[in-house]
């Protein structure tokens, strides 16, 4: 997000149970993590993101994935179609950060 300072980006963060010890919404130590103030936390404690993602049973649990969605995009049932998508989120982030910069870029030139 440092690198999008000044941009119009937005992120939000969803927080669900999926392992054993996810048996409340994240502490403060976790929420902390994520410090910038574009950024919304969310506890979603029957996975009902995930679930409107395509969930249906526990091997199809949607965690640990980052989306990239263009401008304006509207969530229905289902979320919009990403312009990027895939996790973990460790394992791919350079590939949602170029996705968002092009978005940004995109958005700029409209």
């Given at each position: 997000m440092q690198e999008f300072a000044g941009k119009p980006v937005r992120a939000?963060?969803?927080?669900?149970?999926?392992?054993p010890t996810d048996w409340?919404?994240?502490?403060?130590?976790?929420?902390?993590?994520?410090?910038?103030t574009r950024a919304v936390q969310f506890w979603d404690k029957g996975r009902l993101?995930?679930?409107?993602?395509?969930?249906?049973?526990?091997?199809?649990?949607?965690?640990d994935h980052i989306a990239v969605y263009t401008a304006?995009?509207?969530?229905?049932?289902?979320?919009?179609?990403?312009?990027?998508?895939?996790?973990?989120?460790?394992?791919?982030t350079e590939p949602a950060r170029a996705a968002l910069a092009h978005a940004v870029q995109s958005q700029a030139v409209h």
């Open positions: 939000f963060v969803i927080w669900e149970p999926v392992l409340s919404s994240p502490s403060t130590a976790a929420l902390r993590r994520i410090s910038d993101i995930s679930r409107s993602m395509g969930e249906h049973d526990r091997r199809s649990i949607v965690w304006g995009g509207v969530w229905g049932d289902a979320p919009p179609e990403a312009i990027y998508h895939g996790g973990p989120v460790i394992q791919v």
